[in-house]
């Protein structure tokens, strides 16, 4: 997908390409679903510079870099307190330095989860939507978390 607005790929499997299995760029709206990418000698599945996507029950393996790579998208969240390496190395500097002044990313993290969980649990499914949207801060580097989840 290069360039569109919106765009769906399913039941799919790329194995032994010469690049990318699938590249997904400057594209907003998309769902790659029960894709398998395996033996490729890029990456297996390759989302860059794409808002709005969603990859799930998709398998990549045995590829020469990454399997999954959601790359340089509009939001980041992630399962690590600061989304970064800790302890962190002064000669590097803050990822947060980056991401939230200079590139505009939303960053979520430190969500507690246990009750979504457990209402998931209780429902008898385990795929949702979360929206978090930040609260509007003029010059502001923060907000507090602003999360709901859709089952």
Same mark, same amino acid.
């Given at each position: 997908m +290069?360039?569109v607005?919106?765009?769906?790929? !399913?039941?799919?499997t790329?194995?032994? $390409?010469?690049?990318?299995?699938? =590249?997904?760029?400057? @594209?907003?709206g %998309?769902? #790659?679903d029960?894709? @398998? ?5 890029? =990456?297996?599945?390759l ?9 799930? !029950? $998709?398998?990549?393996y045995y590829?020469?870099?990454?399997? #999954? =790579?959601?790359g340089?998208? $509009? +939001? ?12 962190? +190395? ?6 947060h330095?980056?991401? #939230?002044?200079?590139?505009g %990313? ?5 969500f507690?989860? +246990?009750?979504?969980r457990?209402?998931l649990a ?13 609260? =509007? ?15």
């Open positions: +290069d360039r607005g919106g765009g769906v790929v !399913r039941n799919l790329v194995q032994q $390409s010469e690049f990318n299995a699938l =590249y997904v760029l400057e @594209t907003d %998309f769902v #790659i029960k894709v @398998t990418a395996r033996g490729n000698d890029e =990456y297996g599945i989302a860059f510079a794409s808002d709005h996507g969603l990859i799930q !029950r $998709s398998n990549a590829n020469g870099d990454s399997g #999954i =790579y959601p340089s998208g $509009s +939001d980041l969240n992630a399962d690590n307190p600061a989304i970064e390496v800790s302890p962190g +190395d002064p000669k590097v500097g803050s990822l330095r980056r991401l #939230i002044p200079l590139l %990313f939303a960053l979520g993290e430190l507690v989860l +246990d009750e979504l457990d209402a209780a429902a008898g499914r385990w795929e949702f939507l979360f929206v978090g949207v930040p609260l =509007y801060l003029p010059r502001g580097v923060g907000s507090p978390g602003n999360a709901l989840a859709l089952i």
